[in-house]
Structure formats: structure tokens, C-alpha cells
């Protein structure tokens, strides 16, 4: 499609949200009354920054007030198919016919084709990353799904072998999990396995991780970026140059303090809207950072296209693919006031997320073993991934410092 066009269809498509949302999801209806609009007044996608943003915590806090979804979805919870819950909790609505567009994008760009075999090595519980949007998407592609989920490596890679599995969907870091699975069970990556393409997201994606990860399997990966809340927002196409916006979103880049739209080039918060009827979510902001950039791809696609995700707008990070939020840190501390000062490092070695909990200790009595115990216990429980503890002398922690100090670099 033509610049042009383009964005008269995306317009189009928003009028049409707007108005659908506006009269069916009452939280977008308050959206809209509290800055005193009505739906005609959103025509452009200009007009959107006349709108509040809507952020994850806003969800959280809205769903709270009216269970479960706060008012963003405009359909009754009868009619819906599932009910998915990602961390927060955040419960989100899972249509009865699945048609949202980005993911199948992403694949398709990526060069899944009809008749490709695929491992979905995404968690498929709980969150509707793995069962609603890749399987469904996979489907859509009329490639077959091996729902294996996350974890079990070592039958993963007897999977793989067995089936002559031609595709991976999942995480980075689990595919070299399962490369150096594999190399330990003996087995040529290339002569063994039949990996040719790859769909990864939910991680950062560094570059000597792609080639390593290529090379040993003589495979190409190609990287997607989302939320769970909203779906696909960006896609690598076979050139890698960029993550083009798929065709069913709207996506801003804004300055973070004013919302307003910034232009091309210039780097700002990721906010998108989607079209979806069941779960309508206008000017939703992702806390993710990025720039535009419009210059012509050579694979042809005229949409614009994420440059690449820079970091967050808050210290939220992502962890193994997990978010962490400062909020959890500070859970964690309170439950021992055995602690005086915190923080939460995150680190990353041959390619593999760390989080290490310093800690400097209340008094001069020394910290026990059983205690750092319960309180690595206590990190698996609340952020639902392993922490190791530190114990560092008083005055370690600088004064202002960071509750999550993430220290991981992306070459
Ligand atoms: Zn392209």
C-alpha cells in the first residue's frame, strides 16, 4: 500500500474503533469524557494525542475498580472464549475467533510458509502469548504446531529430531538452550536437526547472539516485538533492518512527559491502538522506547518501521522475558526487617539473564545462610524467577540508587 493510503485505511479503521469502543467499552468511554471529546472528534491519527495514555499500572488499578477487565472490553464475559492472566494480575479477554493480523505477519516476513512444522516453545499457560496469538497465528499460516512449551530441553531436542521440525518459535536464550543441549547429547545442529527459520521476541535480540545462533544451526531468526495486552507492534523482515508495524495498529512514538507524537527519527515511548472489537485498547502505552523510521525498505513493505527498542521509559525491565517491576523489589524487602538498603542488579552472562538481590544488612549481627535462603525464596515467589542474594557492607548501596539497576548490554 502506498504511504497514503495507507494511512487513510488506518484512519478509517480508528474512526471505526472509536465509535465501536466508545458505545461498548465504558472505560473508552470515560477516556474520551474526561477530556471532554466525542468520537467524531478523533479523525486523524493526529487527533489520538488529543486522548490520555492508558499505561499497564492505569489497567492494574482500573481492573481493581471494576473486575475483571475495567471496562476495556466490549463484549459480555460470556461471550468471550478465555480469560488469560498475565502478571499483575492483569486479566486479559481471549476472543472467540482470534483475527488479529501482526503475528502471522511477523511469521510470514520471517518466511514460515504453508506445511513448515514448528516447535512453540512459549509458555502456553496462564499468559496468551503462546496458545492465543503464535499457535493461532501458526494456524493461520497452515503451518503445523508442536505445542511443546517452555522447559524440558533435552525432549525438546528429540522432538526436533524426530519430527524434522522445520521452524522454532520462543525466546533466544531457550533456543541456545537447546543448541547446547543438543551439542551435549552429541548431535549436529545442522546435519542432525532441521531448524531453517526462527520467530523469536519477549527478549532482547543482540546481534552476536542472532549470527551465533544462525551459524550453528544454519537457520535464519528473525525477531518480533509486542505485549500481551495489545500484540504484535513490530516484525523483522528477511532485510533486518527495523521492525515494520503491522497493518491492524496504530503506532505513536510520544514524548514520554507530554504525550505528544514525535516525528520520524526521534526517539520517544511506543504507544499503540489497536482495532480489536473484544479488547478496544486506545492509546494504550507500552513504557517501551524507540524511534520511527520511514525510510523505503527494500523488501517493499511500506509501513514504517521500529528502529529498534532502546529500554524502558520507567526502571521496569524484562528478565528471561518476565517483566520486573520495582513494585516487586520493594515487596520483597518489606516482608524482612532484617534489610536496611536494596537493589536489584540484573546482569547477564553467555547470553543468560541474572539477577542478583544486594542487600546491606540492618545492624552488625552477620546475615545467616537460612535466611538469604528464605529470601531467595521469597524472590522465586513474588517476580517467579530465581534471584541470588548478595550481602554487601553498609554504605555500598549508593544514596538514590536505582531499585533495579540493570546493567546488561545488547552487542
Ligand atoms: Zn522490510
Redesign the pocket.
Given at each position: 500500500m502506498p504511504r497514503r493510503i495507507r494511512i487513510e485505511y488506518l484512519q478509517t479503521n480508528l474512526k471505526r474503533i472509536i465509535q465501536h469502543a466508545y458505545r461498548h467499552a465504558p472505560a473508552i468511554k470515560n477516556k474520551l469524557d474526561s477530556v471532554g471529546l466525542k468520537p467524531k472528534d478523533i479523525q486523524k491519527i493526529k487527533d489520538l494525542e488529543k486522548l490520555p495514555i492508558t499505561k499497564k499500572t492505569d489497567l492494574i488499578d482500573l481492573q481493581k475498580k471494576d473486575p475483571p477487565f475495567g471496562g476495556f472490553t466490549s463484549v459480555p464475559v460470556h461471550e468471550l472464549r478465555r480469560i488469560y492472566v498475565s502478571p499483575g494480575p492483569i486479566y486479559e479477554p481471549g476472543e472467540m475467533d482470534y483475527d488479529e493480523l501482526g503475528w502471522a505477519q511477523a511469521m510470514f516476513?520471517a518466511g514460515f510458509r504453508p506445511g513448515d512444522i514448528a516447535i512453540n516453545t512459549f509458555s502456553y499457560h496462564m499468559v496468551p502469548f503462546a496458545l492465543n496469538m503464535v499457535d493461532n497465528s501458526l494456524c493461520r499460516l497452515k503451518c503445523l504446531t508442536i505445542p511443546t512449551g517452555v522447559g524440558n530441553t533435552e525432549q525438546q531436542v528429540h522432538i526436533l529430531k524426530n519430527l524434522k521440525a522445520t521452524a522454532f518459535c520462543g525466546t533466544p536464550s531457550f533456543l541456545l538452550s537447546i543448541a547446547e543441549k543438543a551439542e551435549e547429547m552429541g548431535l549436529n545442529l545442522k546435519k542432525d536437526l532441521n531448524l531453517q527459520i526462527g520467530f523469536v521476541a519477549a527478549e532482547m535480540l543482540p546481534e552476536s547472539l542472532r549470527s551465533n545462533l544462525e551459524d550453528k544451526f544454519g537457520m535464519i531468526i528473525r525477531q518480533s516485538y509486542g505485549t500481551a495486552d495489545i500484540g504484535c507492534l513490530g516484525y523483522?523482515?528477511?532485510?533486518k533492518?527495523?521492525m515494520?508495524i503491522p497493518d491492524d495498529k496504530i503506532v505513536e512514538i510520544v514524548d514520554p512527559e507530554t504525550g505528544k507524537q514525535l516525528s520520524f527519527e526521534r526517539p520517544g515511548e511506543i504507544v499503540a491502538t489497536t482495532f480489536s472489537k473484544v479488547y478496544p485498547l486506545i492509546r494504550f502505552g507500552t513504557g517501551d522506547l524507540s524511534l520511527l523510521t520511514g525510510a523505503p525498505?527494500?523488501?517493499?513493505?511500506t509501513s514504517p518501521?521500529l528502529v529498534k527498542i532502546l529500554g524502558r521509559v520507567d526502571q521496569t525491565t524484562k528478565v528471561r522475558g518476565l517483566f520486573v517491576h520495582p513494585r516487586q523489589v520493594d515487596e520483597i524487602a518489606s516482608r524482612y526487617p532484617q534489610i536496611s538498603k536494596y537493589q536489584l542488579v540484573v546482569t547477564r552472562k553467555q547470553h543468560k539473564d541474572e539477577m542478583t538481590f544486594r542487600i546491606e544488612p540492618k545492624g552488625d549481627a552477620p546475615p545467616g545462610e537460612r535466611l538469604t535462603e528464605k529470601i531467595e525464596r521469597t524472590i522465586r515467589d513474588v517476580i517467579e524467577l530465581r534471584g541470588n542474594v548478595q550481602w554487601v557492607d553498609p554504605g555500598t548501596i549508593p544514596e538514590g540508587a536505582r531499585t533495579i539497576e540493570d546493567q546488561r548490554t545488547w552487542e
Open positions: 516476513a523483522e523482515c528477511r532485510e533492518n527495523g515494520h525498505c527494500p523488501c517493499g513493505r518501521r
